[in-house]
């Protein structure tokens, strides 16, 4: 695939991904509250998408 990239993630964060994922969806459909997340979840989640931001071309910083 041309325009395709690739992220190797842990589990840990896979399944952190799919929670948050889950959960905006499930906000946008009905309204349900965004549920708080700890420290380790946002580093996790953050580091993924800095990575992700740095494969598509950005610097890693998303200000």
Do not use: K, N, V
């Amino acid at each position: 695939m041309e325009d395709s990239i690739e992220l190797r993630i842990d589990l840990a964060t896979a399944e952190d991904l799919r929670r948050a994922l889950y959960d905006l969806g499930e906000h946008q459909a009905a309204g349900r509250p965004i549920s708080h997340m700890d420290t380790e979840t946002s580093e996790r989640l953050g580091a993924f998408l800095r990575d992700l931001d740095i494969r598509l071309g950005g610097t890693g910083r998303l200000a």
